[in-house]
């Protein structure tokens, strides 16, 4: 199979990885509604990935509309960092807590 091979005309080239029988679902992370909409459109798209947490609710909102939009496609929402980014488990009192260089000192998130 050659990924790099020149495009040809046909919608899809016989050699993509879906067609070879090399991908049987995508998805995608951090994208706006539109994006799943025009990638659903193209193929199915079986799961949606963003930071769903107490600290990142935004797949909520109304505006954008991120939630309703999967629903209506039927993706499944795949959340990571649940437990905010270890925040929730008990292990951190403060962000001294965190090892030097760990990015949670200066999360914006963390501070708040």
């Known amino acids: 199979m050659?990924?790099?091979s020149?495009?040809?005309k046909s919608p899809e080239?016989?050699?993509t990885?879906?067609?070879c029988g090399k991908v049987r679902y995508l998805g995608l992370s951090e994208c706006g509604p539109d994006t799943l909409r025009r990638a659903s459109a193209v193929h199915p798209i079986a799961a949606y990935q963003i930071e769903y947490s107490?600290?990142?609710m935004d797949i909520e909102a109304p505006d954008p509309g991120l939630l309703s939009?999967?629903?209506?496609l039927g993706i499944a929402t795949v959340a990571y960092s649940p437990l905010g980014r270890g925040m929730l488990t008990g292990r951190y009192a403060?962000?001294?807590d965190?090892?030097?260089g760990d990015f949670r000192r200066v999360h914006p998130a963390v501070l708040e």
């Open 2 to 4: 050659n990924l790099t």
């Open 6 to 8: 020149t495009p040809t």
């Open 13 to 15: 080239p016989t050699n």
């Open 17 to 19: 990885p879906r067609r």
């Open 54 to 56: 107490p600290f990142s």
């Open 69 to 72: 939009t999967c629903r209506d």
């Open 94 to 96: 403060s962000v001294e």
């Open 98 to 100: 965190f090892p030097p």
